[in-house]
Each structure stands twice: as C-alpha cells, then as structure tokens.
C-alpha cells in the first residue's frame, strides 16, 4: 500500500499549471510502479481533447499533452456545474 504526501512534488505542481484544463496526479498500480494521469475537468469536455492521459513520469504526460491541440473554450450550454 502506497501513502501519498499531502503536498505534491514541483514537477506535479508545474505540470498542473502548465495544463490547466487536466487535471493531474501522481499513482500506483497493484504492483507499485509509479505513474501519472491527467483527466480532462469536466469544463473542457467534448471539446475533442482526450479525456484521460496515463503516462509513466511527468515529463512524458507533458510531452503527449503538448502534443494535442490546446482545448478550445468550452461551450456554455456543456457546462454543468
């Protein structure tokens, strides 16, 4: 069983800033190994962008990030508190 800090590490952080519309966090598979996901809020949803982005460290997320088109503003009649 993994205990997870209450403060994240920077590179999360950054990464969060960075892709404002994900939102990421650090976890763990059943076997432990480390890895980081990205789910897109739900204020960007149906924009076209991918929903959820798994990757094995934080630079890779970024580096599939960078690679989608940056999400468009969302539409107000999609957006449901």
Not at 27 to 43: F, I, M, N
Request: charge should be positive; aromatic fraction near 8%; proline fraction near 14%.
């Amino acid at each position: 069983m993994s205990v997870y800090p209450l403060t994240p590490p920077v590179e999360v952080l950054r990464a969060r800033a960075r892709f404002p519309y994900g939102e990421i966090c650090r976890c763990h598979d059943a076997s432990e190994a480390p890895g980081v996901v990205a789910v897109l809020t739900p204020r960007f949803q149906r924009t076209g962008s991918a929903v959820l982005v798994c990757a094995a460290t934080v630079a890779e997320l970024a580096e599939v990030l960078d690679g989608q088109p940056r999400p468009p503003l969302p539409r107000r009649d999609w957006y449901f508190p």
